[in-house]
């Protein structure tokens, strides 16, 4: 984990494309990024840790981050995977509550730092932001829902193929041979992010690449026949 000052010129872009922020003027933009700092972490790095005090609002710059919550039996159930433009721990940051989950780089990552207090003091002097931010952190919280609604419903496979089809949306990349989609995971972040074991997440990629749909690369996943997922996803 390490500041890195050299992105800062782009902070007011990075602010734009973020999706809490994307309504705020430019001139409210603009007053975030002049007390917010940039910061790069590697590959394993937390960005926090469930239970910590709520400090810091996180938005992702490049890379991605995986946030997840460690069940009763000990195991983790990862809840969202964030990419370019996306809020870490928003919701909590405006509760004021302490972060209900941990945040982890799945590969090296950049994000925005925005320290609470000096969050909240701009948001009591320009009401504009808070009606700016109203409607991106309901986007949110109307994404974690059906999230955790995908994760409670359905049969194992169903559930793997809505997430591999929700990757292949948000980051895919067209080849001649399918949709790749370049976030290499292994079988037992695969099994964290559907909530099964990781015996079941073997057997089911290892069925699905006999069965040509769904190709394990080293650099992340090739779907090769979109439409056979797409049927299993709504079985």
């Known amino acids: 984990m390490r500041d890195n000052p ?21 001139e409210d933009r603009q007053r975030l990024a002049a007390v917010a700092t940039v910061r790069t972490f590697d590959r394993g790095d937390y960005l926090f840790r469930e239970g910590d005090a709520s400090d810091i609002l996180f938005t992702v710059v490049s890379g991605r981050v995986k946030v997840f919550k460690t069940t009763a039996r000990g195991t983790d159930l990862i809840l969202e995977i964030f990419g370019p433009g996306d809020p870490v721990g928003a919701v909590a940051v405006y509760e004021s509550r302490p972060y209900p989950a941990s945040a982890v780089a799945l590969e090296p990552a950049t994000c925005v730092l925005i320290p609470r207090q000096t969050f909240f003091a701009l948001l ?3 009401p504009s932001l808070v009606r700016g931010l109203l409607t991106g952190l309901t986007h949110r919280l109307v994404e974690l829902t059906n999230r955790l609604t995908e994760l409670s419903t359905g049969r194992v496979d169903a559930r793997l193929a809505r997430f591999l089809l929700k990757l292949a949306d948000t980051m895919g990349q067209p080849t001649p041979a399918g949709t790749f989609i370049p976030l290499p995971l292994s079988r037992q972040e695969l099994a964290d992010m559907i909530g099964t074991t990781i015996e079941t997440a073997i057997r089911v990629m290892s069925r699905w690449g006999k069965d040509g749909l769904v190709r394990t690369e080293k650099e992340g996943f090739l779907i090769q026949d979109r439409p056979g997922l797409e049927t299993i996803a709504l079985s």
Do not use: C, K
Request: net charge positive; proline share 0%.
């Open 6 to 26: 050299g992105v800062a010129d782009n902070l007011q872009d990075a602010l734009r494309r973020t999706t809490i922020f994307r309504r705020l003027s430019a």
């Open 124 to 126: 009591e002097t320009y």
